[in-house]
């Protein structure tokens, strides 16, 4: 190893420490990883460990624990909701712009980093949007304009205060859809064309040059057939794939990871192998809006622990797997729960039939599950030489 590589390692050495408030370990005096949140443990590899935040827990003055645990336990936020089109612009020209604030205010008072969460995206657009093309009154033309000031507003205000841009948000169809055939699904495909897509990458770089911009999907932890036709993986990275070709400014691919203890999933190695064929293509990489939910039967609902216990462990395997292959590439930069406890989850009033629950990494009471200590252990014990300090991401010009 060359000096420059050797002094290079020992300043990320230098760095974790201070991030720990610790000496680095030794035989004598091991590490003792009792006192540290996940945030302080991601950092001894770079990694950003993040939650969403619902913003009405995090005002609400008898929810102290939650408010204490976005703060303390992770060193990144994404605003689950109030940075989405229809929150921030609820009437044609009036922007809300109080409670994006608030996060952004709440992450820089406790040294986080910020995801901005979403730009364009299908769901949770203005209904006077959505009317106006319907009626005609919106044609396409003012509609592709409405797009390009919606994102040069929103990244402009946060320009130098956010890390990450989920820039453009589930563009693409399932196999179960109609027609089963993989392509460019919703809104805005349907009223611009895919190429909207390049447009709204183009649009955020210009309007922010230092901010990482990724393309952010579920479903893509990991290849299938290979064939873009059904493997939505393939379709996602053969367009990722075109776009870097094209000189569009995409920075990365994020996975969500929305997972369920009642499917097969995917193990370690597939996952990695994933993340390891977008990185090769120069992107980063990181997991978005990890969640783990399972069937609420009428065991589980009655509190037989003989159906809860073996939902806890699969779900603490499947948030394990997701941690170890992002520790396990460089590039994957953060790692991200779609909230944390479940007292605040979207699972349960979106999966209803049957009912669905138990996803996140705390408890309604904020205790901790299995799925918290497994990440946590995950975090702990992993180091060289498989697991590396994060590779630098610089934007794409």
């Known amino acids: 190893m060359k000096l420059r590589r050797w002094t290079a390692v020992a300043a990320v050495a230098v760095a974790?420490?201070?991030?720990?408030?610790?000496?680095?370990?030794t035989a004598s005096r091991p590490y003792d990883p009792t006192a540290q949140s996940l945030g302080a443990l991601g950092?001894?590899?770079?990694?950003?460990?993040?939650?969403?935040?619902d913003m009405d827990a995090l005002a609400d003055p008898n929810n102290p624990k939650y408010r204490q645990l976005a703060a303390s336990e992770f060193s990144s936020v994404t605003a689950e909701n109030v940075m989405k089109w229809e929150s921030l612009e609820p009437t044609r020209g009036n922007y809300n712009w109080a409670q994006a604030d608030a996060l952004v205010d709440f992450a820089r008072r406790n040294g986080q980093?910020?995801?901005?969460?979403?730009?364009?995206?299908?769901?949770?657009v203005p209904g006077w949007l959505t009317s106006g093309v319907a009626d005609g009154s919106i044609t396409r033309t003012e509609l592709r304009e409405l797009l390009r000031?919606?994102?040069?507003?929103?990244?402009?205000?946060?320009?130098?205060?956010?890390?990450?841009?989920?820039?453009?948000?589930?563009?693409?169809?399932?196999?179960w859809d109609t027609p089963p055939t993989l392509h460019y699904k919703g809104f805005w495909a349907q009223h611009l064309g895919p190429g909207y897509?390049?447009?709204a990458f183009r649009w955020a770089r210009a309007a922010d040059p230092k901010?990482?911009?990724f393309y952010n999907d579920y479903n893509i932890e990991a290849f299938g057939s290979g064939d873009p036709a059904n493997d939505k993986t393939q379709f996602v990275y053969d367009m990722a794939r075109r776009l870097l070709a094209e000189g569009v400014p995409i920075d990365g691919v994020g996975s969500q990871g929305h997972l369920g203890t009642q499917y097969p999933n995917y193990d370690t190695f597939q996952v990695t192998a994933a993340l390891k064929r977008?990185?090769?293509?120069?992107?980063?990489?990181?997991?978005t809006e990890v969640d783990v939910r399972s069937r609420l039967t009428d065991g589980v609902l009655a509190g037989d622990a003989e159906e809860i216990n073996p939902r806890l462990q699969a779900s603490a395997a499947n948030f394990s797997v997701l941690m170890k292959a992002c520790l396990a590439d460089r590039h994957c930069l953060s790692y991200t729960v779609w909230g944390f406890t479940d007292r605040h989850s979207w699972v349960p009033g979106t999966f209803k039939d049957p009912p669905q629950g138990m996803a996140t990494l705390y408890d309604e009471q904020y205790r901790p599950k299995r799925a918290y200590q497994e990440i946590r252990s995950d975090l702990v014990f992993a180091g060289p030489p498989y697991v590396l300090p994060?590779?630098?991401h610089r934007p794409r010009r």
């Open 390 to 392: 994060r590779a630098t």
């Open 149 to 175: 000031r919606h994102i040069t507003t929103v990244v402009s205000r946060y320009r130098g205060r956010i890390w990450q841009w989920d820039v453009v948000n589930e563009a693409v169809s399932d196999p």
């Open 197 to 199: 897509i390049a447009d």
């Open 278 to 287: 977008f990185s090769a293509l120069g992107l980063a990489t990181a997991f």
């Open 211 to 213: 901010a990482l911009l």
């Open 43 to 53: 950092q001894r590899h770079g990694l950003y460990i993040g939650t969403a935040v």
């Open 113 to 124: 980093r910020v995801r901005g969460h979403v730009l364009v995206w299908h769901n949770q």
């Open 16 to 25: 974790t420490a201070a991030v720990l408030n610790t000496l680095p370990a």
